[in-house]
């Protein structure tokens, strides 16, 4: 069974890590490593982490954890650092609410049933206002030049592909995550198993969902993502995600 890294960061928001880490203890995957990487809040989020991390010592237990409490610069900064101090074959960004008991088992399966070329698997998504669904997303199968992308807070890679395409680019304040998938998906060998059902829960107002001028910072940085890893037609393939996006209301 390969370990899968689940890369969780915060900062003061106590409330939704507890939904978290209560998602992941849920999992009946039996080989689970969480790394949680605090930009040193000044909430009680060092007490649930410790919390979390002194329930999960015994070695015979399913999920082990790694963490640490510091200032960062941002969050693509603490999800670089996370993945630094990971050593799992697959890894996650977990910064929401897996929604289903067997959501790691389905993603991880899909991938080793993906055959030659599958890096990954992704799936569908919910955007959550406490217990309400604000937005459902399907993501589907697609091409990135028709301006798919899949839900990033889904996506399971194999490690590998971190190791050879490199970690978020922290330059940029709202796409990173854009950028990264962009880097790996322009190459078409690279393919990604879709698992058709909802298996996260986002909890709505993250980096690039949270306002007006957050979304259109987020589609500025995705064209300049486009034009970095030299692909072509970046602003016709920038308009098409932005008519994607709008279809969600």
């Given at each position: 069974?390969?370990?899968?890294?689940?890369?969780?960061?915060?900062y003061?928001?106590?409330?939704?890590?507890?939904?978290?880490?209560?998602s992941?203890?849920?999992?009946?995957?039996?080989?689970?490593?969480v790394?949680?990487?605090d930009?040193?809040?000044?909430d009680?989020?060092?007490?649930?982490?410790?919390?979390?991390?002194g329930?999960?010592?015994?070695?015979?237990?399913?999920?082990?954890?790694?963490?640490?409490?510091?200032?960062d610069k941002?969050?693509?900064?603490?999800?670089?650092?996370?993945?630094?101090?990971?050593?799992?074959d697959i890894?996650?960004?977990c910064?929401?609410?897996l929604?289903?008991?067997d959501?790691?088992?389905?993603?991880?399966?899909?991938?080793?049933?993906?055959?030659?070329?599958?890096?990954?698997?992704?799936a569908?998504?919910?955007?959550?206002?406490?217990?309400?669904?604000v937005?459902?997303?399907?993501m589907?199968e697609?091409?990135?030049?028709?301006?798919?992308?899949p839900?990033?807070?889904?996506?399971?890679?194999?490690?590998?592909?971190?190791?050879?395409?490199?970690?978020?680019?922290?330059?940029?304040?709202?796409?990173?995550?854009y950028e990264f998938m962009?880097?790996?998906?322009?190459?078409?060998?690279?393919?990604?198993?879709?698992?058709?059902?909802?298996l996260v829960a986002?909890?709505?107002?993250?980096?690039?969902?949270?306002?007006?001028?957050?979304?259109l910072?987020?589609?500025?940085?995705?064209?300049?993502?486009?034009r970095?890893?030299?692909?072509?037609?970046p602003?016709?393939?920038?308009?098409?995600?932005?008519?994607?996006v709008?279809?969600?209301?």
């Open positions: 069974m390969v370990k899968v890294s689940l890369l969780v960061t915060t003061n928001d106590q409330d939704n890590l507890e939904i978290t880490l209560t992941i203890e849920s999992q009946d995957y039996q080989k689970i490593e790394v949680i990487v930009g040193q809040s000044k009680k989020t060092p007490e649930l982490i410790k919390k979390f991390a329930a999960h010592q015994d070695e015979a237990d399913f999920i082990s954890v790694k963490w640490i409490s510091e200032p941002g969050l693509y900064d603490a999800m670089n650092k996370a993945f630094g101090l990971s050593n799992g890894i996650a960004v910064n929401d609410k929604c289903r008991e959501a790691v088992s389905k993603l991880v399966r899909a991938i080793e049933q993906g055959g030659s070329g599958c890096i990954g698997a992704h569908d998504l919910v955007y959550m206002e406490g217990e309400r669904i937005r459902s997303w399907h589907g697609g091409n990135l030049r028709q301006g798919w992308m839900g990033h807070p889904t996506l399971f890679l194999k490690r590998e592909i971190y190791e050879r395409y490199g970690i978020y680019d922290t330059r940029y304040r709202c796409a990173a995550d962009v880097r790996f998906l322009k190459d078409e060998d690279n393919r990604l198993a879709y698992v058709p059902e909802v986002m909890f709505y107002g993250g980096t690039s969902n949270a306002g007006l001028s957050n979304y910072i987020s589609f500025k940085e995705g064209y300049q993502a486009l970095k890893n030299k692909v072509k037609f602003f016709w393939i920038t308009v098409k995600r932005t008519l994607r709008l279809k969600q209301f």
